[in-house]
T-cell receptor
Framework: AQRVTQPEKLLSVFKGAPVELKCNYS??????LFWYVQYSRQRLQLLLR??SRESIKGFTADLNKGETSFHLKKPFAQEEDSAMYYC??????????????FGKGTLLTVNP | DTGVSQDPRHKITKRGQNVTFRCDPI?????LYWYRQTLGQGPEFLTY????????KSRLLSDRFSAERPKGSFSTLEIQRTEQGDSAMYLC??????????FGPGTRLTVL
């Protein structure tokens, strides 16, 4: 069974401070990991995926298979980063990935 | 707007009534997904289609739930004999094969 754990429901930091949103996963194969973000009154949207190894809006995430973690980091938080962040995992079946398993989400608040 | 659209955005119904939701995916996306999200939880997978074929259904999808995707374009999700526990946000997502899922705004169902 696949599972995603986000241990923090709420995270509050000050503008300019570093931020790390934790994500741990459980999956027997080789998963693909994602971070999705939902800003206030907007739809869920992809922030980044581990396979592309990109930095989006200053955020990065490294897949650590040994620790089964995919923590999201940003060195200097901005007020516009305030949002709900979901870590998600996609398993593989028949040679392609499909359904996403989400964590419960972390609400990030960046204070001025 | 070329994104995923869902209709209606809100639905209030009485227990025991039937409801139907519609999802219009991004044009030419052959995969379509339904998720359900309750308060304090991340989205949970319900079912997915590749073109018109429904390839997987979650155990969350009881016999009262049925989904269709005629002609591989829009999809409908019907809930028969609604119960208060069905109150949730119902999300639709679409993707090209094996790629990023793009989410719609969701339909919020309230069962009184």
């Amino acid at each position: 069974a696949q599972r995603v754990t986000q241990p923090e429901k709420l995270l509050s930091v000050f503008k300019g401070a570093p931020v790390e949103l934790k994500c741990n996963y459980s999956y027997s194969g080789s998963p693909e990991l994602f971070w999705y973000v939902q800003y206030s009154r907007q739809r869920l949207q992809l922030l980044l995926r581990h396979i592309s190894r990109e930095s989006i809006k200053g955020f990065t995430a490294d897949l650590n298979k040994g620790e089964t973690s995919f923590h999201l980091k940003k060195p200097f938080a901005q007020e516009e980063d305030s949002a709900m962040y979901y870590c998600a995992l996609s398993g593989w079946s028949g040679g392609s990935n499909y359904k996403l398993t989400f964590g419960k989400g972390t609400l990030l608040t960046v204070n001025p | 707007d070329t994104g995923v659209s869902q209709d209606p955005r809100h639905k209030i119904t009485k227990r025991g009534q039937n409801v139907t939701f519609r999802c219009d995916p991004i044009s030419e996306h052959n995969r379509l997904y339904w998720y359900r999200q309750t308060l304090g939880q991340g989205p949970e997978f319900l079912t997915y289609f590749q073109n018109e074929a429904q390839l997987e259904k979650s155990r969350l999808l009881s016999d009262r739930f049925s989904a269709e995707r005629p002609k591989g374009s829009f999809s409908t999700l019907e809930i028969q004999r609604t119960e208060q526990g069905d109150s949730a946000m119902y999300l639709c997502a679409s993707s090209p094969t094996s790629d990023t899922q793009y989410f719609g705004p969701g339909t919020r169902l309230t069962v009184l």
